[in-house]
Nanobody, 122 residues
Framework: QVQLVESGGGLVQAGGSLRLSCVAS????????MGWYRQGSGKQRDFVAL???????NYADSVKGRFTISRDNAKNTVYLEMNSLKPEDTAVYYC????????????????WGQGIQVTVSS
């Protein structure tokens, strides 16, 4: 089992910056990649960013060039540095731990944090 706890959310003005943190515990050695998703009010949960075990990264087009995902293996923590924030970035942000599941080949298991609110005002 993997447990994920997010922190660092809050209220920021448009154009500002915020850094989210996600601390993993439990079977952390089983995590192949970690990412961030977000869910705005009345919307589906959408992919934001991902970082692999080899520290390759991937970003949604909507945040590319503004957000940076990183990880600190010694602290079992993944970060999301958010710059040039826009009101449309307002959402609950969820940390995602991705674990291979041999019972469902090709379909990794996702573990989710509790979510943390990010609000960007204009």
């Amino acid at each position: 089992q993997v447990q994920l706890v997010e922190s660092g959310g809050g209220l920021v003005q448009a154009g500002g910056s915020l850094r989210l943190s996600c601390v993993a515990s439990g079977s952390i050695s089983s995590i192949n990649a970690m990412g961030w998703y977000r869910q705005g009010s009345g919307k589906q949960r959408d992919f934001v960013a991902l970082i692999s075990s080899s520290e390759n990264t991937n970003y949604a087009d909507s945040v590319k060039g503004r957000f940076t995902i990183s990880r600190d293996n010694a602290k079992n923590t993944v970060y999301l540095e958010m710059n040039s924030l826009k009101p449309e970035d307002t959402a609950v942000y969820y940390c995602d731990g991705i674990v291979a599941d041999i019972t469902t080949p090709g379909l990794p298991r996702h573990y989710w944090g509790q979510g943390i609110q990010v609000t960007v005002s204009s």
